[in-house]
């Protein structure tokens, strides 16, 4: 019940941010117990992701709900696959273009530590993150 809960409040976050992508979910130890919540819920999941193909080019202004208010501009490939494993255990592939292979790709980054502005420019990089570790004047 914890998990269902913890996975209805991500997916509200998304849905009150506006923001498009698919959000992370918790490790699921009763997966089976999931299946006709998430059907009810139109969920699509993917348990251990991985990119099996990328290819093209897209520079898009990227932002994230984990860095609030950013936007950069950010290449990615226009094309994505990832593969994976659905709720019940069985095989998986998505495929996207142009935003859907941007979030997948976005989203993957999460999974392995990675924020979107891991890909800036490191001099960019270093002043957002100055920014943010500044205190705001009262």
């Known amino acids: ?19 498009p992508g698919r959000q992370p979910l918790p490790r699921l130890e ?23 193909e990328s290819d093209g080019e897209w520079d898009y202004e990227e932002g ?7 936007f950069h501009p950010l290449a990615r490939p226009d094309h994505a696959t990832v593969s994976g494993f659905d709720h019940v255990g069985a095989p ?6 142009g935003l859907l292979a941007r979030c997948l790709q976005h989203e993957y980054d999460h999974l392995n530590g990675v924020l979107f502005i891991d890909h800036l420019d ?14 705001a004047p009262l």
Do not use: W, Y
Not at 32 to 40: G, I, K, N, Q, T
Not at 64 to 70: A, F, G, I, P, Y
């Open 122 to 135: 490191p001099k960019k990089r270093e002043r957002l993150v100055k920014q943010f570790n500044t205190p």
């Open 30 to 52: 009763r997966v089976p117990a999931l299946v006709e919540e998430m059907r009810a819920a139109d969920l699509q999941v993917l348990i251990n992701p991985v990119i099996t």
């Open 1 to 19: 019940r914890q998990t269902l809960a913890e996975m209805r409040h991500l997916v509200g976050i998304l849905r009150v941010d506006g923001g």
């Open 64 to 70: 994230c709900l984990s860095v609030r208010h950013q």
């Open 92 to 97: 998986i592939e998505v495929s996207g273009d």
